[in-house]
């Protein structure tokens, strides 16, 4: 390889590097934000602690990371090859040699191993994280992770006792203002009132103890002609703990739980116990291979894309290429609906569109590296820029007017 063109690779390495990397962080950070503020609210009407929205989030990332490694690629290599287009330096390599084919060696460095990667998120990560995601809902809503007793209002803990408090310290250990009631199932209840109290753990997991302190309980009982009343210092209190269902196994009836492997024992290997369930794992394999088989395109998408016409700087590429991704995305899981409901084969419903979108690639490459002054989007950069002008020419027409009537 020739010293320059060596030098070549590494310019646009780093020129791929930074909106690449940028674009990606920022995706995810977008989606991530998006969803923080929905799960804060989901934890605090759960009563759960604070802590579980960080795992929580944890376990949505990778499908994050699934969105956002394609839309970083792209935008990141013709952001890069924009960048060289307007600066006239795109021009200059093509002066001295250097091809369109061989300008894309280095942006298939970058599309190989984040296909790959992918590949793994896609594949076997996401399905993971799926469902640790799906299991500390589960925990969340039944109480496995110690959601917080909710001050001011009667909390159920279990079948026989229900507990108010006014307050709470220490997060949660030291409560304050407590009225407690109790039925053993027998006909006997306690009442009690409290100024503080704490929960304690026994060897026994089915069961803990709650230590009151200062303060008064009534007993009544079928075996006592009058209530019973008493002060008390300390007082203790056991708490049955109510059963908690463990959380079901991974995959079952979710596919999107399943590893690739697994998709394709039950969808073509097999070991599908009925029809639906075969038809949803062809469905859901055959969406994950063509989302990650798509990336391979995506550098000639965004080079066909990059160039903008001579003497121009318009960004309607960007605005193209953007919408091109994510309204193939759509389709891809319209496809998916479709191979799952059986309505359509999912081989059809899902490698069709992608050897379309393909084709349409390679013709918009196709024009702009072998056509002289071929321009991919040409009829709709030229529609936009005479759309520009004439609203360019109204404004002042409508400014004279306004003065002209005032």
């Known amino acids: 390889m020739l010293p320059h063109v060596r030098l070549i690779d590494r310019y646009l390495a780093r020129s791929i590097a ?75 390599l093509r002066g001295i040699g250097v091809s369109y084919g061989r300008l894309l060696r280095v942006p ?106 200062k303060g008064r309980l009534v007993q009544e009982s079928p075996k006592f002609s009058t209530p019973r009343t008493l002060a008390f210092e300390t007082y203790t209190l056991p708490v049955s703990l109510p059963v908690i269902n463990q959380f079901r196994h991974r995959g079952g009836t979710e596919s999107d739980e399943l590893y690739l492997h697994e998709l394709f024992r039950i969808g073509y290997g097999g070991g599908a116990t009925n029809e639906h369930q075969r038809q949803e794992a062809q469905a859901r394999l055959n969406f994950r291979l063509v989302e990650v088989l798509m990336m391979f395109t995506l550098p000639l998408l965004a080079l066909s894309l990059a160039v903008p016409p001579k003497r121009s700087s318009s960004g309607l590429g960007i605005f193209i290429a953007i919408l091109v991704v994510v309204a193939y995305h759509k389709v891809n899981q319209y496809g998916e609906q479709m191979g799952s409901n059986g309505s359509m084969n999912p081989i059809l419903a899902l490698w069709v569109p992608l050897f379309l979108f393909a084709g349409m690639i390679l013709w918009m490459y196709h024009v702009l590296a072998h056509r002289p002054g071929g321009q991919p989007i040409g009829a709709l950069e030229r529609f936009f820029a005479k759309l520009a002008s004439l609203v360019r020419s109204l404004l002042p027409r409508r400014r004279i007017a306004a003065v002209a009537q005032a």
């Not at 960080?54 to 394609?70: C, D, T, V």
């Not at 924009?82 to 200059?92: F, G, P, W």
């Not at 969340?140 to 009667?154: D, M």
Request: net charge negative; proline share 4%.
């Open 18 to 92: 930074v909106p690449l990397i940028g674009c990606l962080i920022l995706a995810a950070m977008l989606l991530i934000l998006d969803k923080m503020l929905r799960l804060f609210q989901y934890v605090v009407d759960a009563g759960g602690p604070v802590s579980v929205v960080w795992r929580m989030l944890a376990n949505l990332l990778p499908e994050y990371l699934s969105l956002g490694i394609p839309i970083g690629l792209m935008l990141g290599i013709l952001l890069a090859f924009r960048k060289l287009a307007l600066s006239s330096e795109l021009d200059a």
């Open 108 to 213: 298939y460095w970058y599309a190989v191993p984040l296909a790959l990667i992918n590949l793994g998120i896609v594949g076997y990560l996401q399905p993971f994280t799926e469902y640790r995601y799906e299991n500390l809902r589960f925990d969340l809503n039944s109480g496995a992770l110690g959601a917080a007793i909710k001050v001011g209002e009667f909390n159920q803990l279990g079948k026989r006792l229900t507990l108010r408090i006014e307050s709470s310290e220490h997060k949660g250990t030291q409560l304050h203002g407590i009225f407690v009631e109790s039925d053993d199932g027998k006909g006997t209840t306690v009442a009690a009132t409290a100024e503080g109290g704490r929960f304690f753990s026994t060897d026994d997991p089915d069961k803990i103890l709650f230590r009151l302190t």
